[in-house]
Structures are given as structure tokens and as C-alpha cells.
């Protein structure tokens, strides 16, 4: 119980689940946060990337010597300039970092340059002749998969299958009295962060260097630099700059500019910063998936669900990078919160000689939660069911709660809490579709959707879930916090202060958390699955506990009283049945320094090890799990096929909440994020470049199109996060799209099996029932 | 790096001269020339707002505007919004109060409409709404920004 957690390193009251200012707001708001782009040092250089205008080709020649003619040029240099390895693959090395020989995607890098002036080193990527053999691409993930489709690597284009099969799928499609069909094509996403991709690399001689960049997992960067310079670990010092905005796309990434930059720097001695203009930052890095999903569900007659079959196919573009990762979290995400008896799930991974896809929120979960939200409102309406009233006959509960990978969930299991708190915030049913849709164009609608989400790392990456800290005490009384999980916006930093704070019983402005940086902590993974919050806030708690061990028994001694009756909370220490006799931590932390003893402590995390068969997907792929439905009400333009959603209430099981603006700006952004992607964000891919490199042709939500967002935060016990928390930042997400779907259809009456919802999309869905079909298409009313 | 300029600005309320070459961008001007590194580049088009900068009072995106056609004007960026010895600008100060700031890379240009839209007499939701529609943030889904709008504009209204 998370409140037993509390007790144990401290008290209950603190500023735990309050609204303090944000530790980095401040210099944020004025201007004074140094990203990457806005350091500088003397003599530093200016890098760029030379660029394969095709996706898929031979090289036949590479011709540099133009570029280094051009003044100001101090370094162009190709994949035979590599110290160490050439190669970029987080996972898998089938990625180098400069091309040699075959050209697999736009943007795929030729060579890299260095000039006194990014204009000087732009113009001398541009100078960099390459002849290249144009292949025969492959641009769609099903074709890729078909005999006699070109190969991109040796291995051929499947590059993983995952299942989940559990229970008699034969005896359960006997037993359905209604099955439904359905082939969903869910587009893919671009970041979109306001802070494009940057780094800064500095060499000390040829033996260490110190990249500092924009990013999500220094760690990542620290071996992928190490691994192209052919340096150990600890010749190279990657610190965390604060950091413009992450959602995944700095997750793997940026791994690849900081090489690009580390080998600059490495060769010419000098500082070397990166920073990426938009346009080639859109072509370069990584997506969110397109992927391919096909439903055969199937429910008895009292309409509880019997089988489901899904078969998912992700295109993973021209590298592997973290496909097959998002990859598993897909394939377990891809039945939701429902009791199935049984499930037949397949999740192949496609190359194809696309963008390149990655981590972004949700890490494949929110293309198959589209899915099986939309199969769900499909299977109400042939049932003539409502929507909630059918996903209440199917959820997991504290009776039924085995996951469809055969895991038993912990109690309390929330869902049908959960979807209560939403659909009745929100007026469910909400204004009956057909009523204002007869005449006028706009109709309305509500429409839901609710999720399971695996909390933390897959069990296939449960290696890497692990996570330090180190907690100073000052003599003064103050804290100093290190940790490996970085802050990207999300308010990282803030939590760790106030589960440090909470933890030592200061107040939450003395102590200082500080951006991570290789040197100050072990590797502590990478910060995504919305574990940062969790893993830093362990350590830290570890940490803590051990400082206590310390600093408790000379606050007993000064205080009078036992080591088990010390309380510290408010900046001041006092035993438990003198509570008004209290004593300042700062004159604890002096005695403890003139004691000389240690103020340092490090603390440590890792998940609890867990058992999940990759070969049949069942087991225990994630330690815990959340819940989140959204409820989106939206209008639809049915003349021009338009969505507004006005609003979305999102009501989240989130165990205990650290910092309630930090919460709501996670649900907040994720849900206008999620609205986004499910209407009007388009990667518009013409054989492999993207034709919409930019926010005018690229459209992602404005202040103008931001609806009421809602949020309804349900806290529990019996979680393992730290004070009971559970991450939010994906969760926050994965529901909205689905909602907003299902709310279109709702108020449509047909179904779209495409997304984003944009006009094109809605007014083919429409066809005859379009208002104007009669003029579109030559048919009488 | 072609001809060369001369460019006077009052700059944050200073006037500051600045010799630069005749294409520069008043962004670079200011990030590079003048080190204010607060307006921050997001597109370089014109399309993101993180570049926003007051020109005479009116927000517009730096990175198109040419520095040299600013020569006799007035530009304020996000370090020359409060008073002065690292004040805060009240809706800079009510963008902090309200959690309207995550990764702070678009907060610059937000601080600078807003505090535009606040000069201006301010706006209800729905036209704060299209006034900072310039001004993309990818981070908090806008909510707490308005938030800090009308918080930052009730208190203007407030007698002291």
C-alpha cells in the first residue's frame, strides 16, 4: 500500500499531489534556458549532413572534393572516416551511420561536414555529388511482405512476428452469435516537437569528449558514440541540454546526430554543434508507425466477447531502430481491457524503403487501442447495444482479471470506475446523432474509448529497467538530486524534487535536481514508457532511505528520543510525541558534516523480474497496469467533412498523483496531441519523402483548435510506483483518437476505417450519404 | 558574406547599433549579434511563432523579417518583457503561477503574443484562442496558457 511506503521514509503531509511552482518554469518563461542551439564556444563549428535525395539506391560514386573546396569548409567526411563501428542500430546493426554502398531511405546520410558557418556547411552538403542507381522501392508494409518484393537487408523484408494465442479460438467462433470484420489502415505521425534535433560535441585530445544534447536517453547516446569512435563508456560524457519537447522522437534519435557530430569533432579538434532545420528534421528521424490492423471479433448472445483475432502489420521503414519493441508493447496492447476467452494476435514487422519508425507515445499501443475501440462500437451497433453499455459486459474487474496474455492483474482493477468517471463527466449518451443530422450540416456526437496500459518497460526490455540516483545533503541543509531520467517537459525534474523532498522532509525549494548527465549516475535506461517519474522517484526513494539510516539517529540524539520515533516533514525534525519541539533539518545536516559523516547517498531501482514467453505472448509483459477512457465530443461538418472536437474528458487511474499541474498538462497536451493524429495530422509520403516537411502542410492542433479537455483522476492504492503513482504521459494519449473516431461514426452513421479523419477521408466514408451525393454523384435524393 | 549594414534598434528599450550583413534575419541578429538566445528558432518559416518578437509593439515572427528593415524601429524579446532587473512580465509571472510552461521551447514566443494580447486590452477564450493560434506548443494543449491569459488579464482589472 503506497501510504506504508510513505510512512517509511517520512510523512504523510508534504508536498506530495500539490500544484508548486515548476522547478524549471521560471527561467523557461524569461528566456534564460540554454538549449543546445543556444551554446556556444570559441572556435566551435557548424555541422551538416549530406543526404540521399531517393529511397532506394546504389551508390555508384561518392564525390566530396567539391564540398571541401568551398570556403569556410574545415571537415567533409564519409563512413571511411569512422574510427569504430559504422553503425547507428540501437537494437539491431543493420543501420550504419554513413552510407557505403545502398541507400534505403530519404535522408539516409552520404556525408558529414563541418564550416565556420552553418550557411558555409549547409552549402557544402549541398555541394556533395552522389551517383546513385535508382532501385525498385517498396512503399507499403502488406506489399513488402509479398513473395519477389525486394529485399532491403539480407534477412529479407519480415523482420519479427510477434503472437499472443491463449484459449480454444476454434470452440469460442462456434460459440459467437455475432462476428465482425474489419481492416483498419492507421496512418503515421510526426513529433512535431518545437525544438528540432541538436547537439554539441566537444573532444578533449583523441581520449575523451562531452556531447551535450537534446535528448531522452543519454545513455543511448553515450554508447552510440562510444561504439562509432571506438571509446569505452567512459571517455564519453553525454549530458542531457534541457531538452525542447521528446514524445519518442528523442528516445533513439538523436543517438545519430550526436555520432555525426562526436566524429566532426573527433577529426578537426574542435566543438562541433548540430542543430537540424525543420524541413530535413521532418525527413530524417523517426515516426509513429503506419501500421495495417485486421479485426475478426466475434461475441455470444448475451453479447460478451468470445474470441478475437487481430493480425497487425507495422511498416518499420527502412531500419529497424526500435520497431520491433513498439512492436511487442502493440501486439500485448492489442485486445484492451476486455475479458477475451480466446485471442489469436500476430504482429508481423515490415521494412519497407519508408520514414523510418520509432518511439512516439503510446509506442504502437495507440494504433491498435484505434482498432479495438473501433471493433467494440462495431460490435455494439449489431448487437443495438450502447457503446458503454457493452463495454461494461466485457471489462476486466476485480473478478475477471485476466489479461488476454493470461496475466492476473492486481486489484483494485479500475476499468469499470474508470469508465463510469468518464462517460457520466461527460453527459453520456450525449445528443442523439440522427436528431440536429437530418437537416443542417453539422451533427453531434459523443463517442468513447478506454485502454489498458502497461505500466513501464516490456518484459523484453526489462533489462533495462533499472535507475539511479545520488541525494547530497548540504551543510547549509539544501539537496542536491542527480538522476538518470531526463526531463523533456513533462515536469520530470519537479517530480523528483517533491518525492525527494516528500522523502527527507525538506522543503521542496531547497532541494535542486539537476538535467541528468552520464557522469553524475549508472545507467538508468531510457526515459519513455512513462516511467520516468516511477524509476527516478525509486532511486530516489532508495537513496533517501539511506541518508535516514544516517541522519535519523542524530536527530534522536539532539531530540531525545528513539531513532524509530523521528519524524521529519516542513524543513524540521521532532519525535513523534513532541511535536512542538522541532529542530531544523539545516542544523541536522551541520551536525552531520562536523561529524564528518557521509551526506551523500546513492539509491537504486529495478523493476521486479516477471515471466512472459515471447514464443506464445503469454505471461506477465508489464509489472502493472493503468487504466484511461476518454469520452471527445465532436461536431462534424458532414457538407465538408470537417471534425471540431469540442470537447474530451479523460478520466485517468493514475494511483497517486505528485505534482496535479504537471498531471494535467501531461492529459492536456496528450489529449490535443492524440486529437491531432486522429484528424489531421498526415505524413504525406510521395515513394518515401515526405511532400509535407512543415508545420503549413504538416497540421498539427493550434490554440484554435485545442477543445475543453475534462479530467476526472482516479487515486488508489496497492500500486508499486513511488508513493503509488503510476505514469501518464502515454496513457494521456492512447485513448483520444479512438474517441474522437468513434464519435464521428456515432454521428455519421457509417464507419471509417482510416486514419487521421480528415475531410478526404469522411466525405469517401459518407458516398451516398453525403448531404450532396445526389449532385456529387449523379443519383437522385 | 556580401555587404555589410548598419542597423539601429531600440532594442529592449536600449538602442543598440549592429553592423551584420545585409541578408540577415533579425532572429540572427538578436541570438547571435545581440546573445539574446530567448527567441528561440522552431521552423525558420514563419509557421511555429517560437520566434516571436514585439516589432513596434505588434508581434512578428523574427526569422522573417530581414534585419535591416528594422533599422530605426523598436523590437522587445522575451528578455526585455518585465520591467527590468529580471522582473517578470505579469504574464510571464501568471504563466508560471498556472503551470503554462512544459518543455519551454515555444514559451518565448507565447510570453511575447500574450503579453501583446494583454496590451491590447486582452481578449475572452475564444479570440485568445485565435490570437495565439501563431504560437504552436506540442507540449500542454494550450489550456494552462489560457489559463495564464485570463488570470494575467483579471488581475489588470483588479484594483491595487
Known amino acids: 500500500m503506497s501510504r506504508a511506503e510513505g510512512r517509511g521514509v517520512g510523512l504523510p503531509a508534504g508536498p506530495l499531489g500539490g500544484r508548486g511552482e515548476r522547478l524549471d518554469a521560471r527561467a523557461k518563461v524569461c528566456g534564460q534556458t540554454r538549449y543546445v542551439a543556444d551554446l556556444s564556444l570559441p572556435g566551435m563549428l557548424h555541422a551538416a549532413l549530406a543526404t540521399a535525395p531517393v529511397a532506394s539506391a546504389r551508390v555508384v560514386a561518392l564525390d566530396v572534393s567539391p564540398a571541401r573546396a568551398l570556403p569556410g569548409v574545415r571537415a567533409v567526411l564519409t563512413a571511411a572516416d569512422i574510427p569504430g563501428e559504422n553503425s547507428a542500430g540501437v537494437i539491431f546493426p543493420d543501420q550504419p551511420v554513413l552510407v557505403t554502398d545502398r541507400v534505403r531511405m530519404v535522408g539516409d546520410r552520404l556525408a558529414v561536414i563541418a564550416a565556420d558557418r552553418p550557411e558555409a556547411a549547409w552549402a557544402a552538403a549541398r555541394a556533395v555529388t552522389a551517383e546513385l542507381a535508382e532501385l525498385p522501392g517498396v512503399f507499403d508494409p502488406v506489399a513488402a511482405l509479398a513473395e519477389g518484393a525486394l529485399p532491403l537487408h539480407p534477412g529479407g523484408n519480415l523482420l519479427r512476428t510477434f503472437v499472443v494465442r491463449r484459449g480454444r479460438i476454434e470452440a469460442q467462433r462456434r460459440r459467437a452469435a455475432v462476428v465482425v470484420e474489419a481492416e483498419y489502415r492507421v496512418g503515421g505521425q510526426e513529433h512535431a516537437y518545437l525544438e528540432p534535433q541538436g547537439c554539441l560535441a566537444i573532444p578533449e585530445g583523441r581520449q575523451r569528449l562531452t556531447v551535450i544534447t537534446s535528448c531522452q536517453c543519454p545513455f543511448y547516446v553515450q554508447s552510440a558514440v562510444a561504439r562509432v569512435l571506438g571509446l569505452p563508456l567512459a571517455a564519453v560524457r553525454v549530458e542531457q541540454a534541457p531538452t525542447g519537447g521528446g514524445f519518442g522522437g528523442k528516445e533513439d534519435y538523436p543517438s545519430e546526430p550526436a555520432a555525426c557530430a562526436a566524429l566532426l569533432a573527433w577529426h578537426t579538434g574542435r566543438p562541433v554543434r548540430l542543430i537540424y532545420p525543420r524541413e530535413l528534421d521532418m525527413q530524417l528521424s523517426t515516426k509513429r508507425h503506419a501500421v495495417v490492423v485486421r479485426h475478426r471479433w466475434g461475441a455470444d448472445r448475451d453479447g460478451r466477447l468470445c474470441f478475437a483475432e487481430v493480425d497487425t502489420v507495422m511498416d518499420a521503414g527502412a531500419y529497424a531502430g526500435l520497431s520491433t519493441v513498439v512492436a511487442e508493447r502493440a501486439n500485448v496492447s492489442a485486445i484492451g481491457p476486455y475479458h477475451v476467452p480466446a485471442v489469436d494476435v500476430r504482429t508481423r514487422v515490415a521494412y519497407t524503403n519508408n520514414l523510418f519508425g520509432g518511439a512516439f507515445r503510446g509506442f504502437g499501443a495507440p494504433q491498435v487501442a484505434w482498432a479495438h475501440e473501433a471493433t467494440m462500437d462495431r460490435l455494439a451497433r449489431r448487437f443495438d447495444l450502447d457503446p458503454v453499455e457493452f463495454r461494461r459486459r466485457n471489462l476486466l474487474d476485480d473478478r475477471r482479471r485476466v489479461t488476454c496474455t493470461g496475466q492476473r492483474l492486481r486489484p483494485p482493477v479500475l476499468a469499470r470506475e474508470v469508465l463510469d468517471l468518464a462517460t457520466r463527466a461527460a453527459g453520456w449518451p450525449g445528443p442523439e446523432a440522427a436528431g440536429d443530422g437530418e437537416h443542417g450540416p453539422y451533427r453531434h456526437s459523443l463517442g468513447v474509448a478506454i485502454i489498458l496500459y502497461g505500466c513501464n518497460l516490456h518484459h523484453g526490455g526489462q533489462k533495462l529497467d533499472r535507475s539511479s540516483a545520488v541525494v547530497i545533503l548540504q551543510t547549509d541543509g539544501s539537496v542536491i538530486v542527480r538522476v538518470g531520467l531526463t526531463e523533456m517537459g513533462q515536469g520530470n525534474l519537479t517530480a523528483a524534487r517533491i518525492i525527494a523532498a516528500q522523502a527527507l522532509g525538506v522543503r521542496t525549494d531547497v532541494v535542486q535536481v539537476w538535467q541528468p548527465d552520464t557522469t553524475t549516475v549508472a545507467d538508468s535506461g531510457p526515459t519513455v514508457a512513462s516511467r520516468g517519474a516511477h524509476a527516478s522517484g525509486m532511486a530516489i526513494l532508495d537513496a533517501a532511505r539511506r541518508l535516514r539510516r544516517r541522519l535519523d539517529p542524530i536527530a534522536a540524539e539532539l531530540l531525545g528520543c528513539a531513532v524509530g520515533d523521528v519524524c521529519l516533514g516542513g524543513g524540521y525534525a521532532w519525535a513523534a510525541a513532541r511535536p512542538g519541539d522541532r529542530l531544523p533539518i539545516s542544523r541536522l545536516a551541520a551536525e552531520l558534516a562536523a561529524r564528518r559523516i557521509e551526506g551523500i547517498a546513492t539509491g537504486w531501482y529495478r523493476s521486479r523480474a516477471r515471466r512472459f514467453d515471447p514464443a506464445t505472448g503469454r505471461g506477465a509483459p508489464y509489472e502493472f497496469y493503468s487504466v484511461a477512457c476518454h469520452v471527445a465530443r465532436v461536431r462534424v461538418d458532414a457538407e465538408l467533412g470537417l471534425v471540431k472536437v469540442l470537447a474530451v474528458t479523460a478520466a485517468h487511474d493514475v494511483g497517486r498523483v505528485i505534482h496535479r499541474d504537471a498531471l494535467e498538462g501531461q492529459i492536456e497536451g496528450g489529449v490535443v496531441q492524440g486529437m491531432g493524429w486522429g484528424i489531421a495530422e498526415e505524413l504525406k509520403l510521395d515513394r518515401g519523402r515526405l511532400a509535407n516537411p512543415n508545420f503549413t502542410d504538416y497540421l498539427i492542433p493550434t490554440a484554435a483548435d485545442t477543445p475543453e479537455v475534462h479530467i476526472e483522476l482516479l487515486e488508489s492504492d496497492g500500486t508499486a510506483g513511488p508513493f503509488g503513482a503510476k505514469g501518464i504521459g502515454e496513457p494521456s494519449f492512447i485513448p483520444t483518437a479512438a474517441a474522437v473516431r468513434n464519435a464521428v461514426v456515432r454521428a455519421l452513421g457509417v464507419e471509417i476505417d482510416r486514419l487521421p479523419l480528415s475531410p478526404p477521408t469522411i466525405l469517401d466514408a459518407l458516398g451516398p450519404l453525403h448531404p450532396w451525393a445526389h449532385v456529387l454523384h449523379g443519383s437522385s435524393p | 558574406m556580401g555587404e555589410q549594414v548598419s542597423v539601429t534598434l531600440r532594442l529592449n528599450g536600449e538602442e543598440r547599433t549592429f553592423r551584420v ?15 539574446l538566445t530567448g527567441t528561440k528558432e522552431g521552423c525558420g518559416a514563419g509557421e511555429c511563432g517560437a520566434c516571436m518578437v514585439l ?35 505579469p504574464f510571464q509571472e501568471a504563466l508560471v503561477r498556472a503551470g503554462g510552461v512544459q518543455c519551454g521551447f515555444c514559451t518565448p514566443g507565447v510570453a511575447v503574443t500574450g503579453a501583446a494580447i494583454l496590451a491590447v486590452g486582452g481578449a475572452a477564450r475564444a479570440g485568445a484562442a485565435r490570437l495565439l493560434s501563431g504560437n504552436l506548443c506540442r507540449c500542454t494543449g494550450y489550456i494552462k496558457i489560457f489559463t495564464a491569459l485570463e488570470e494575467a488579464e483579471g488581475e489588470r482589472h483588479e484594483p491595487r
Open chain 2, 55 to 89: 516589432l513596434d509593439d505588434r508581434p512578428a515572427t523574427s526569422c522573417l523579417v530581414l534585419a535591416a528593415s528594422c533599422d530605426g524601429h523598436a523590437v522587445v524579446t522575451v528578455e526585455g518583457l518585465g520591467a527590468g532587473r529580471g522582473d517578470l512580465h
Open chain 2, 21 to 35: 550583413p545585409a541578408g540577415r534575419r533579425l532572429l540572427d541578429l538578436l541570438r547571435e549579434d545581440a546573445g
